[in-house]
């Protein structure tokens, strides 16, 4: 029998319908659409799949337990490589990791290999999520700063090879960006809260309020424990540095994101936390921070959301999935255009924005043409809100109080490639090490990590 | 969980809080500050912090009820718990030897002013200090500062006690006896320290104000408490919450502390009316 060229689809809300809610959009496949679509996979000799992911997830044996309707099974097999299945089945860029590896993709479509692994993650939560074996203690104690991707991640695999781990965060839930910055239609919180609850079953401890750097300092934290892992992210917004850029109206995507997600702001003033977008919003940006901006704020009431992007919609820095539903849900996208200033009223409240026309030059150092503007191009666009999507940078909080950490130039904490920084006992990874990248290449960094981290236990032990 | 270990009313809409912090106030130095959520549907808040007692583990915190949160928060308990407690943020004080020192509180502002007088007074420096409220009953502190000061002056602006008129007019009047002023730390409303400044800026007296602004994560992820600083854009959480009064935007930083009044009076509104 051949094999079926395209994916099968994902069942999803409608998009006029979705727009008025916050609930996740696509609903997951069923048992028998998970069954045949693991049936696609050729389980290849050379499993080119598992070259592609971070995390080292045996993508070829789940997908098969998948197609024999061995679901336990096959979450088994899952479960031994990732402590978040449910997150990376729903936000890991597929096409340009395992996806992108299928050998599939030379007659049609990949196998959907996200789409099993978010089944495989929500059947296992709708069974029960079983109670992992916790393996002997070595008596050793990590601390992890930081609850995001890496750091859970970290925190896992710690966990499971025997190790007592700590976990600091300082805020006042867990998941980092997966908390505060994706949103609840991209990535449920409840879904976070469950995949941060089986960390904790391992015998994770974690700490909130803790502001690393602050309330306790990472000396603090090496008196105390055998090694330190720290995952404390890209954090701190950039700014277009335009005029206008302090006026009311004008956020970074952190604020009004933290505002929505973590924060609850759509729920105002049932939740304390409040949010104000008008009719009109313009995103400046156009990664997948970008997208969530414009597509949240649809479902804020906006009645017109624009991307505002100085390049085409070949660079684009966001997954093509985001800016397809950011499409399907009527965002506008104004390309080639670049804001030059912001302009408020009288009493400083925003209420439009310049901008000015851009066309493509030469390649930059990124690889993508340069953007360069067209003389006498200006105009202006009236706008209710501006949320300034253009990146964030490492946070610079443990980088600054660290003595001795080598910094690299873009603020980052400099590590090998397995998350050793200059000081022995000191290990990073994700955002902080890497600037601002994706949630699995996070998870990825912790991972090796937690490797790097146990190698470096058992060797002080031995010289005990 | 944060336990309230002691409550004194201050006034009407005044309280002091002593918070069970013991990892906070370990590290708390004058002029930080902290965040506090009361609970699951709460607002991040931030509050200066009044004071520290590290052998006891204890933050103190004052705060006016201006909003939906510090209204909640004025009607917890002793033996109430917070959710959330955590800090101390921002930068200290740079407390050192400069002299003559005036340091002015008014309102609220007075709170957070304690311990940085008491530090300075511990520094060797000559203190002056002068504390305004909208009247009498507003004033706090005035005992325990008064320990730490060389030179106590009051004023109220309807003259219930101490002189009256506003703390400006008090510091102009130190600087026409003659009086060498070295440095002025300035906390309390925006529009007082704005005034401040003006008057100290004439004579290039140095003048640290302690900010304010709205607030969400408290270290430096959201950027919405920027503040524009000799036109450069500073986050108060981290850089500040303290900054050269003779540089800042205080225009653009009462604008932006307005983003949302309206929404703030729907909340208060419904929480009169029981309905939150």
């Not at chain 1, 540095?241 to 109206?249: H, V």
């Not at chain 2, 006690?161 to 506003?166: E, H, R």
């Given at each position: 029998m051949a094999v079926k060229k395209e994916k099968h689809p994902m069942p999803e809300q409608k998009p006029k319908e979705r727009i008025k809610n916050f609930k996740e959009v696509p609903y997951g496949y069923d048992e028998k659409t998970a069954i045949e679509e693991a049936k696609r996979c050729l389980q290849c000799k050379d499993r080119p799949c598992t070259k592609g992911c971070p995390v080292e997830i045996d993508i070829p044996d789940f997908i098969k337990e998948i197609a024999e309707g061995n679901f336990d099974k096959a979450v088994g097999v899952l479960k031994t490589k990732t402590s978040l299945p449910a997150v990376c089945g729903r936000v890991c860029p597929y096409e340009n990791q395992c996806e992108g590896e299928c050998t599939l993709l030379k007659i049609g479509e990949p196998v959907a290999i996200g789409r099993l692994e978010r089944f495989l993650a929500d059947y296992e939560r709708k069974e029960g999520v079983k109670t992992p074996k916790i393996p002997k203690s070595t008596g050793k104690n990590v601390a992890v700063v930081g609850a995001g991707p890496a750091g859970l991640t970290c925190a896992g695999d710690l966990a499971k090879m025997g190790h007592k781990v700590t976990v600091y965060e300082a805020l006042h839930a867990p998941g980092g960006v997966l908390m505060y910055g994706i949103p609840e239609f991209r990535l449920p919180k409840e879904i976070v809260k469950a995949e941060v609850n089986y960390i904790e079953k391992l015998g994770v401890e974690i700490n909130y309020?803790?502001?690393?750097?602050?309330?306790?300092t990472v000396e603090e934290l090496l008196e105390e424990f055998d090694a330190v892992f720290i995952g404390t992210g890209a954090g701190l917004p950039r700014w277009l540095?335009?005029?206008?850029?302090?006026?009311?109206?004008v956020y970074s995507a952190n604020e009004f994101l933290t505002r929505v997600n973590m924060m609850k702001a759509y729920r105002f003033p049932e939740y304390d936390t409040p949010i104000k977008i008008g009719d009109v919003v313009a995103t400046f940006g156009a990664g997948n921070v970008a997208m969530d901006c414009a597509r949240t704020s649809l479902r804020l009431g906006a009645k017109k959301s624009i991307i505002i992007y100085r390049r085409t919609e070949k660079e684009m820095p966001a997954r093509i999935e985001e800016v397809h539903h950011a499409k399907e849900e009527g965002v506008e996208f104004k390309l080639l255009t670049n804001p030059i200033e912001f302009i408020g009223d009288e009493k400083g409240i925003l209420k439009a924005v310049k901008c000015i026309k851009m066309e493509l030059g030469e390649p930059d150092e990124s690889g993508r043409r340069r953007p360069i503007p067209i003389k006498g191009s200006e105009f202006t666009i009236n706008i209710d809100t501006a949320l300034v999507a253009i990146g964030q940078s490492p946070n610079p909080l443990i980088p600054k109080t660290v003595k001795g950490l080598k910094i690299g130039r873009k603020g980052n904490i400099e590590t090998d490639e397995e998350g050793r920084t200059n000081i022995p006992g000191i290990f990073a990874g994700g955002d902080i090490a890497t600037g601002a990248a994706t949630v699995i290449l996070a998870m990825g960094a912790g991972k090796k990590a937690a490797r790097a981290i146990n190698k470096y236990l058992i060797k002080s032990s031995n010289f005990e | 969980m944060y336990e309230i270990l002691e409550k004194k009313v201050l006034s009407a809409t005044v309280k002091l809080m002593k918070i069970k912090a013991p990892l906070v106030a370990k590290k708390a130095l004058a002029g930080q500050f902290i965040i506090l959520r009361t609970d699951e549907k709460g607002e991040r808040i931030p509050l200066t912090i009044a004071d520290y007692d590290r052998k006891n583990g204890t933050i103190t915190v004052i705060f006016m009820e201006v909003g939906k949160t510090t209204k909640q928060l004025g009607k917890m308990k002793v033996g109430d718990k917070l959710l959330n407690f955590a800090g101390p943020l921002g930068q200290p004080s740079e407390i050192e030897k400069y002299g003559t020192v005036v340091c002015i509180g008014g309102g609220v502002g007075i709170a957070p002013l304690y311990p940085i007088i008491r530090e300075l007074k511990k520094a060797g420096n000559y203190v002056i200090s002068i504390l305004g409220a909208r009247n009498e009953k507003l004033l706090m502190l005035e005992k325990e500062i008064g320990e730490f000061s060389d030179e106590l002056h009051i004023c109220t602006d309807d003259g219930s006690?101490?002189?009256?008129?506003?703390v400006s007019n008090v510091l102009q009047s130190i600087i026409d006896k003659g009086k060498k002023i070295d440095i002025v730390w300035a906390i309390g409303p925006v529009i007082m320290m704005k005034v401040v400044a003006d008057v100290t800026k004439k004579y290039n007296i140095k003048t640290i104000v302690s900010l304010n602004p709205i607030m969400v994560d408290g270290t430096g992820m959201c950027g919405g408490c920027r503040v524009s600083v000799g036109n450069e854009t500073k986050f108060a959480c981290v850089d500040g919450p303290e900054f050269d009064g003779h540089l800042v935007d205080f225009n653009n930083l009462m604008l932006r502390n307005r983003r949302f009044t309206e929404e703030e009076k729907h909340a208060c509104k419904l929480l009169e009316e029981g309905k939150l």
């Open positions: 309020d803790v502001i690393v750097g602050k309330t306790l540095n335009i005029p206008g850029e302090n006026l009311d109206g | 006690k101490g002189t009256k008129g506003f």
